[in-house]
């Protein structure tokens, strides 16, 4: 499993890290988050969590599956440009880009899968009917960062699974007969506080969790503006009001809606940032 060899206050994509994304289709960040801040927010997904269950607002299973989740509490807000792992994106991307979704999934532990069923996962690619919609080979529209709230290093933790190089396949990956997966198939097995980019194309999964504790991960989606968001129309005022002009951009603050397609400067201050710091 790759990893930036040194994650900086202000993450720096090295040639390896994007040659590697390119190619494989991720890339882990160890310790993303400080840990201050993954207490933060794991008080607030608790908070979420509890809310949820006292209205009776959670799955069946007892998961809570929360879409736009960086209106529901004002830890999130600061994850929508975090330094160690968004500057990562619009390297990948370029500077038109916005948020598409803040997704937070709290997965319950339950009981040990039987062994047949332990391999039976949900493989897909993100970007909704886009795969459906656009003729192969799909291009890189969006890529998601997935913040490991809990630790995700045991088997039974319910992590993230990926297919690397899955990103430059037409179609589905081919399963191996004797295991039920994707050939390559691994589960990102990370400590909590670490991330893990992954853009639409990567074929992923969650895992069955039967770990004996809340499997916890928020992921917030980056894409071109011309891309419509998921889970969010227009972001609330409160929300605008608390934030800084990357952070409006990222929400998709715009004077007019044309600037989705034809950008204007006052609507993408990560132009001037992108330009500025490729010229230093």
Request: charge should be negative; include cysteine; proline fraction near 8%.
């Amino acid at each position: 499993m790759h990893a930036m060899t040194q994650p900086l206050a202000q993450a720096v994509l090295t040639p390896e890290d994007q040659a590697f994304f390119e190619q494989q289709g991720y890339l882990l960040v160890e310790d993303a988050l400080s840990s201050d801040v993954l207490a933060e927010l794991n008080a607030a997904t608790d908070e979420l969590y509890a809310r949820d269950a006292d209205a009776g607002r959670l799955e069946k299973s007892g998961k809570l599956n929360m879409r736009n989740c960086i209106v529901e509490h004002p830890a999130f807000l600061q994850l929508l440009d975090w330094p160690t792992t968004v500057p990562l994106a619009w390297q990948l991307l370029g500077w038109n880009i916005q948020m598409l979704t803040s997704h937070l999934i709290v997965l319950p532990s339950g009981d040990e899968p039987a062994q047949d069923e332990k391999n039976k996962l949900g493989w897909h690619r993100d970007g909704g009917t886009s795969p459906r919609d656009m003729s192969e080979p799909h291009p890189r529209i969006l890529l998601k960062i997935a913040y490991a709230l809990s630790d995700q290093t045991a088997p039974a933790s319910g992590a993230t699974w990926i297919v690397p190089g899955s990103n430059r396949l037409l179609g589905r990956p081919a399963t191996d007969p004797t295991t039920g997966l994707p050939y390559g198939a691994q589960a990102m097995n990370i400590r909590a506080g670490s991330a893990f980019l992954f853009e639409q194309r990567t074929y992923h999964s969650i895992g069955h969790n039967w770990a004996g504790f809340p499997r916890k991960t928020v992921f917030f989606g980056y894409g071109y503006r011309w891309v419509k968001p998921m889970d969010y129309i227009a972001m609330p005022d409160e929300l605008v009001a608390r934030c800084n002009p990357i952070q409006k951009q990222l929400i998709g603050v715009v004077g007019d809606p044309l600037s989705y397609y034809l950008p204007q400067d006052e609507d993408v201050p990560l132009k001037a940032l992108v330009e500025t710091e490729a010229n230093q």
